[in-house]
């Protein structure tokens, strides 16, 4: 038998495929086949386009096919009527906190589907090094909403809260943080740790430095994700601003929580922007709301935009008590608080859906309603009249619209009733 080349298989075996597809390559979709789902007759907004208008868009395998401006009722198998609402990509939050039983404030991520629209989510430090294999087996792994994680540098994670995770700073664990961010390369992105005086107590920069430590022993381009509100001291806040590199995320950056003493030490000061805040920016760290039940003032968020430091991400910091506080840290909701700080409508879905997933993976198709992208969608209401908004100090604004999470659809597959029928049935 005549041996072949590596070259000529390739030939073959490519010419094989072409006589099998009748001489020509198949397209993703035929005349004569049917989107699963058309989402039809909503404004969709998908700024990963600098796209707004009315819209068709059909979805097939879990990937979008079309958007369109018509997509006949006979091209589809099933359809949603979204005329009049709000369609974009599906919400994707960067601090959550979604490993419920392993972590002291986990909600199920499948829970918030119906009060957030949202298709990805990040685990924020529930899990340490300690117990991040049962968020990858028992939640990530069952659950539909894409789930990706922060480890935090204390061992154990938040499963001893309220109890302080690191006033002991051998729970601290750089080598095992950074064996387990090495270990699972497809859904961690770095390394969390909170710098609050009341978690770290005197421990100064130390908790920070062994992150850092922990994200370059792993050999990937781990990031961190750094909790302020309320740091021990002044200077402390410039010290930890000073330390972060560039695609960091700083989360709470708008909290007007206190310190033990009572002071306000976090990057805005007595009224001005921290010169550390603006260069931190420059350099690229990731500037994230995190809103939460105690890490979200009107005064320093107004302030720090005034002076050059506008989020990049908005996020809820949502878990089982920031959702039962006055600010209602629900993540349309939270950006609803930014359409009352004169941002616009686009700016707001894309610092919920483009900007996080940047942070997550550049190169990921989800936040987007691109063709070829995952079928992940939200289908908001932008509802008209007065509102009044609370933060986490009680301080209120008065808004002139919210959004109202409708339907989410996760892979080309909608939440909630009528129920998707298997592949092989279809």
Known sequence: MRKLSRRSFMHATAGSALALSGGMAHGAMGPNDKFDLVIKGGEVIDP?????????????????????????????????????????????????????YGSAIGIPADELVPHQCTTTVVSAGDAGANNIAALRRFI??????????????????LSAFPVPELYNIDFAQVDACAMAVAENPDFVLGVKVRMSENVIAKHGLEP??????????????????????GVETPSLMSDILNLLRPGDV????????????????????????????????KRGVVFDVGHGGGSFDFRVCEAAIQQGCAPDV???????????????????????????LGFTLEQVIAMATTAPMKSIDPASKAGTLKVGAPGDVAIMELVQGPVNFVDTRNNTRTGQAYLKPLQTVINGVPFGRPYQPPFSMR
């Open 48 to 100: 990963s386009q600098q796209l707004r208008g009315k819209r068709d868009i059909g979805i097939r395998w879990g990937i979008v096919e079309a958007i369109e401006a018509d997509i006949p009722a006979a091209r589809t198998s099933r359809m949603i009527d979204a005329s009049g609402k709000l369609v974009t990509p599906g919400l994707v939050d960067l601090h959550a906190h979604v490993f419920p």
């Open 140 to 157: 990530v792994a069952q659950t539909r909403t894409r789930i990706h994680a922060f480890i935090h540098i204390a061992n154990m994670g």
């Open 208 to 229: 920070l430095k062994r992150g850092i430590l922990a994200c370059e022993r792993s050999g990937r381009p781990a990031k961190m994700m750094v909790h302020i509100g």
């Open 250 to 281: 700083l989360t709470h950056a708008y909290s007007g929580a206190p310190n033990l003493a009572g002071a306000f030490t976090n990057i805005v000061q007595d009224g001005k922007i921290l010169p550390a805040a603006l260069e931190a920016k």
């Open 314 to 340: 908005i996020s809820s910091d949502i878990h089982v008590w920031s959702g039962n506080t006055p600010g209602m840290p629900f993540l349309p909701w939270v950006m609803s608080k930014f359409l009352t």
